[in-house]
């Protein structure tokens, strides 16, 4: 009796791995992050991207706004509306700004309490808001102060 079933076996695996079947592809994993980027020294106030081009700043958090939304992928790029968020350049004072996805490192984002570009790059910071609620963003050497620190709010 042991012996049929053993035979079985070894005449129905191969059978049902040589089956026809059509592949299914994983699904991407989700994203790391998603929702707004606040302040920390206003939870009001939305880190906003745009359309290509667009300087990242600060501005009053807005149920509905894409420039609002962003996600963090595995691989540690944010996108804005389906672009990427890069440093112009990496230098004390570069700006952030929307552009579309190359995936390379320079799109690449570390993410604890403050927003860093790259593994070892400078920190987004907030250094200054205007009249009519509109902050400036630039990268700063990294100090763990109020206006480096930013954290994800579900929208």
Not at 47 to 69: D, E, F, K, N
Not at 85 to 91: A, H, I, N
Not at 128 to 138: I, L, N, P, Q
Request: glycine fraction near 10%; aromatic fraction near 8%; proline fraction near 6%.
């Amino acid at each position: 009796m042991a012996t049929r079933r053993t035979l079985a076996l070894f005449v129905a695996v191969p059978a049902l791995l040589a089956a026809p079947g059509t592949a299914v592809a994983a699904p991407a994993p989700p994203p790391l992050l998603q929702g707004w980027i606040v302040t920390e020294q206003a939870p009001g106030r939305c880190l906003t991207g745009g359309v290509i081009g667009t300087v990242v700043h600060t501005s009053a958090c807005r149920p509905g706004r894409p420039a609002q939304s962003f996600y963090q992928t595995s691989e540690g790029h944010f996108t804005n509306n389906g672009n990427c968020v890069e440093p112009d350049k990496r230098t004390r004072g570069g700006i952030v700004r929307v552009t579309a996805c190359t995936y390379t490192n320079d799109q690449d984002w570390w993410f604890s309490t403050t927003l860093r570009a790259g593994r070892f790059g400078r920190c987004v910071t907030e250094v200054s808001v205007d009249k009519a609620g509109r902050g400036t963003v630039r990268l700063r050497d990294c100090a763990d102060t109020v206006n480096q620190r930013w954290r994800i709010r579900a929208r």
